[in-house]
């Protein structure tokens, strides 16, 4: 079991470039989820899929946000156009799907953005 | 949307034990989550209620009150390594994939 595995772990751009993050999940999960983290804060949900199926995304995902599973294995998470608000620790996690695995989802070390 | 509120920080001492309140206003409760988080670090699953009572793993305990909307996390035997923040989640009927974090509880261990 390697866990979460996400990549890169830290990235510094400049505003208005676009970035991707990558998540490789736990192999055998089907569920993946993104979150946003800044300091002092708690995780805050950003979009989750079942599969390849991307099943909600938090109002907090602007247009500028697009998260897909293609295969429902890897995700990926771009941002366009960077704003400096859009610095945090993005935060990758999955778990099973059915009966008491579903209710530990397991984390990534996150990929830290810095817009600058 | 939930409000959930838990204190900034807690100071004990090594040995001891601390406990740590959440309190939660929601509809549809699904579920409250305990994650331990240190500094830079993935946050990792410590418990997960969904009745109420007392449910207990090793040193870490967790309870719930779904008619007060409260839970605690209770720590015994403290180690220096127990200095972490400690978030409280909630999920709710309406979303199985969202958990709903409160800004977490510093806890630093003193020697």
């Known amino acids: 079991d390697t866990g979460v595995s996400q990549n890169p772990r830290h990235k510094i751009t400049k505003r208005g470039q676009n970035v991707t993050f990558r998540c490789d999940p736990i192999?055998?999960?089907?569920?993946l989820y993104w979150y946003r983290q800044t300091l002092g804060q708690g995780p805050e949900f950003l979009t989750y899929?079942?599969?390849?199926?991307?099943?909600?995304k938090s109002r907090l995902l602007s247009d500028r946000f697009s998260a897909e599973r293609p295969k429902g294995s890897f995700s990926t998470l771009e941002i366009q156009r960077t704003e400096q608000g859009d610095s945090a620790m993005y935060l990758c996690?999955?778990?099973?799907?059915?009966?008491?695995?579903?209710?530990?989802?397991?984390f990534g070390e996150g990929s830290w953005l810095t817009v600058v | 949307g939930q409000n959930i509120d838990q204190p900034t920080e807690m100071t004990a001492t090594e040995g001891a034990i601390v406990q740590i309140n959440c309190t939660y206003q929601?509809?549809?409760?699904?579920?409250l989550f305990w994650y331990q988080q240190h500094a830079g670090e993935a946050p990792t699953f410590l418990s997960y209620?969904?009745?109420?009572g007392l449910e207990e793993k090793g040193r870490f305990s967790s309870f719930l009150s779904r008619s007060k909307g409260y839970s605690y996390l209770l720590l015994k035997e403290l180690q220096m390594k127990d200095s972490a923040s400690y978030l409280c989640?909630?999920?709710?009927?309406?979303?199985?994939?969202?958990?709903?974090f409160g800004a977490g509880t510093q806890v630093v261990v003193t020697p």
């Open positions: 996690a999955s778990s099973l799907s059915l009966g008491a695995s579903g209710n530990t989802i397991y």
């Open positions: 192999s055998e999960h089907n569920r």
């Open positions: 899929f079942q599969n390849e199926a991307q099943l909600e």
């Open positions: 929601t509809s549809g409760f699904n579920g």
């Open positions: 209620n969904v009745l109420d």
């Open positions: 989640a909630v999920r709710t009927t309406d979303s199985w994939g969202k958990l709903q």
